[in-house]
C-alpha cells in the first residue's frame, strides 16, 4: 500500500507532464500508420510506381532512426525536451498538411523523412522524461505511453477510410499488368522476356498520365482532419512550456517539475549510496547509450564467443519481426485489393486498424501473462503464431474471412514479440553488455528494410508474393530463434552479478517496450 501511494502521490503531482508525454506519443502513432491504407492514393497522387513508393518507407524509417539519436541531445534539460517534443509534435501536423500538396514521390519522401525525425525524437525524449519523473516506478506509465502509440494507430486508418478512392486509380493497362503479374507468381508460369517488357511500358505510361479527377483530392481531406486532431498536442506541450515557466515571456522560476536530482533523494533511501542513488543523468546504464558508445566499452574484453552470438541471434529476431509488423501494415491494404480477393477499397480500409488493434490489445492482454510465463515461452508462441498464421492465409489465399481473422491472429502475436525478447535476452546476459541498445537498433532496421524488399517484391512477382514473403520472413525468425535457444544452453553466465544491478535492467527492458 505505501508503494501505491507514493505512486499515485507521484502522478498527482506529475499529472499534467505524464498526460502530456501520453499524448505526444499519441502523434507518434498517428503518423506510423496512416501510410498503408493511403497507399494506392498516394501512389495515383505522385504518378509513381510501388518500387518508388517504397522509398516513402524507407526515408520514414531511416530519419526514424537518426531522430531517436537525435533525441539524445536534446534530453538533458527539461526546457530541451519540451521545446524538442513541441517542435516534433507541431512538425507532424504541419506534414500531414502538406502531404496532400506533394505531386512527386521524391517531395514526399523528403517530408516523410521530417516526419521520421520527429517521430524518433518524440521516441527518445518522451520516454526518458517519464523515466526521469518515475525513475523505477515508471513501468506502469511506460505501459500506458506505449499503449497511446496502438491507439494512435489505430485511429489514423479509419479517419482515411471514408476518403480512399473505391476505384483504382491507376490507369487500365497497369493494373491489367499487376493482375496478370499476380497470376503469374501463383500460378508458377513462365511468360517470356516480353512481359517484363510490358512492365517497363506500364510503369513509364503512368508517369506521363495526367491527374485522376478525385484520385488524390478525396484523401486530401483524410490527412487534414488528421493535422488537425494532431494540433491540440504541441498546445499542450505548449501549455507545459508556460507552466514551468520556460517561455521567454514567462519569468523565470523554481520549476515545478521536481528535478532528477530532487526526485533521486525522494524515491531511493538515504542510507544507500550505491549507483542507483544518482539521478539518471549519471546512471551507469549501458542498456540507454547509443550504438558506438556502447560498443567502444572496454568490459567486453574477455567476454565468450556466446555472449556476442546472443546479442546478434535476438537482434535478427527483431530484425524478422519488427520489420513484419511494418511491412504487413503497410501492404495488408494493397493486397486485400488486388486479385485473387478485389476486396472493395473501403473494406480492405479497415484492415491496418484491425491489425494494430489487435497489436494494441495483445499489448494489454500481454502484461497480466508475462508474469506467469517466462519471457522465453512467450517468444516461441509468438514466433510459431506468426508462422502458421502465414501459412494459413496462404493456404486460404482466396478466402477474405480468413484474411481479416489473420490479420488479427498477427496483430496478436506479433504484439508482445519485442518486450519478451528484450526481457528474454536481458535475463540471458544477467543485464550485463548492451542488450537494449542492439536490439533497438536491430528492431528499427527490420522495419526499414524489409518495407523496401517487399515493396520491390510486390511489383516484381504480384499480390500473392506478398504472402510468401511474410512466410519467409517468419521461418527465418523461427530459425533465429533456434540459434539463440542454442547459443543460450552455451552461455556460461555471469554468477556475479548484483540484485540491483539486475532490478535497473528490468526498469529498461520495461523501457523499450513497444
Avoid at 538533458?76 to 498538411?97: D, E, G
Amino acid at each position: 500500500m505505501g508503494c501505491d501511494g507514493r505512486v499515485s502521490g507521484l502522478l498527482r503531482r506529475n499529472l499534467q507532464p505524464t498526460l502530456t508525454y501520453w499524448s505526444v506519443f499519441f502523434s507518434f502513432g498517428l503518423c506510423i500508420a496512416f501510410l498503408g491504407p493511403t497507399l494506392l492514393d498516394l501512389r495515383c497522387q505522385t504518378h509513381s510506381s510501388l518500387p518508388q513508393i517504397s522509398w516513402v518507407f524507407f526515408s520514414q524509417q531511416l530519419c526514424l532512426l537518426l531522430g531517436s539519436a537525435l533525441g539524445g541531445v536534446f534530453k538533458r534539460t527539461l526546457a530541451q525536451s519540451l521545446w524538442a517534443l513541441f517542435t516534433s509534435s507541431l512538425a507532424i501536423s504541419l506534414v500531414f498538411a502538406v502531404i496532400p500538396l506533394c505531386r512527386d514521390v521524391k517531395v514526399l519522401a523528403s517530408v516523410m523523412a521530417l516526419a521520421g525525425l520527429a517521430m524518433g525524437c518524440i521516441d527518445t525524449v518522451a520516454n526518458m522524461q517519464l523515466v526521469r519523473i518515475y525513475q523505477k516506478d515508471s513501468a506502469v506509465f511506460l505501459q500506458v505511453l506505449h499503449f497511446f502509440v496502438g491507439f494512435g494507430a489505430l485511429l489514423s486508418p479509419l479517419i482515411a477510410d471514408p476518403f480512399l478512392s473505391e476505384a483504382n486509380c491507376l490507369p487500365a493497362n497497369g493494373t491489367a499488368n499487376s493482375t496478370s503479374g499476380s497470376h503469374l507468381f501463383h500460378a508458377s508460369r513462365v511468360l517470356g522476356q516480353h512481359h517484363a517488357e510490358a512492365w517497363r511500358w506500364s510503369n513509364q505510361s503512368l508517369s506521363r498520365l495526367p491527374p485522376q479527377d478525385g484520385g488524390g483530392t478525396r484523401v486530401s481531406y483524410a490527412f487534414w482532419i488528421m493535422a488537425l486532431i494532431n494540433l491540440p498536442v504541441p498546445m499542450a506541450v505548449l501549455f507545459l512550456l508556460s507552466k514551468e515557466r520556460l517561455l521567454a515571456c514567462c519569468p523565470q522560476r523554481r520549476p515545478l517539475l521536481l528535478s532528477a536530482d530532487e526526485l533521486a533523494l525522494e524515491t531511493q533511501p538515504p542510507e544507500k549510496e550505491d549507483a542507483s542513488s544518482l539521478p539518471p543523468k549519471f546512471q551507469p546504464h549501458p542498456g540507454h547509450e547509443d550504438l558506438f558508445s556502447c560498443c567502444q566499452r572496454r568490459n567486453f574484453k574477455g567476454a565468450p564467443s556466446s555472449f556476442f552470438a546472443i546479442h546478434v541471434t535476438a537482434a535478427l529476431v527483431l530484425f524478422m519481426t519488427d520489420g513484419m509488423t511494418g511491412e504487413y501494415s503497410t501492404f495488408v491494404y494493397s493486397y486485400a485489393v488486388e486479385k485473387p480477393l478485389s476486396v472493395g477499397h473501403k473494406v480492405a480500409g479497415y484492415l491496418p486498424s484491425l491489425f494494430w488493434g489487435f497489436i494494441t490489445l495483445g499489448r494489454l492482454i500481454s502484461i497480466p501473462i508475462s508474469s506467469k510465463v517466462k519471457p522465453a515461452t512467450m517468444v516461441f508462441i509468438n514466433v510459431v503464431g506468426v508462422v502458421m498464421t502465414f501459412l494459413v492465409l496462404l493456404v486460404f489465399s482466396y478466402n477474405v474471412a480468413f484474411l481479416f481473422v489473420g490479420t488479427a491472429s498477427l496483430g496478436l502475436f506479433l504484439s508482445s514479440t519485442f518486450p519478451s525478447m528484450l526481457a528474454y535476452t536481458e535475463d540471458i546476459l544477467q543485464y550485463k553488455g548492451c542488450a537494449t541498445t542492439v536490439l533497438v537498433t536491430g528492431a528499427g532496421i527490420g522495419e526499414m528494410v524489409l518495407q523496401m524488399l517487399v515493396g520491390s517484391v510486390f511489383q516484381a512477382q504480384g499480390s500473392y508474393s506478398f504472402l510468401v514473403c511474410g512466410v519467409i520472413f517468419g521461418c527465418l525468425a523461427f530459425t533465429f530463434y533456434i540459434l539463440l535457444l542454442f547459443f543460450h544452453r552455451m552461455h556460461p553466465g555471469l554468477s556475479s552479478v548484483p540484485t540491483q544491478d539486475k532490478a535497473l535492467g528490468m526498469e529498461s527492458s520495461e523501457c523499450y517496450q513497444r
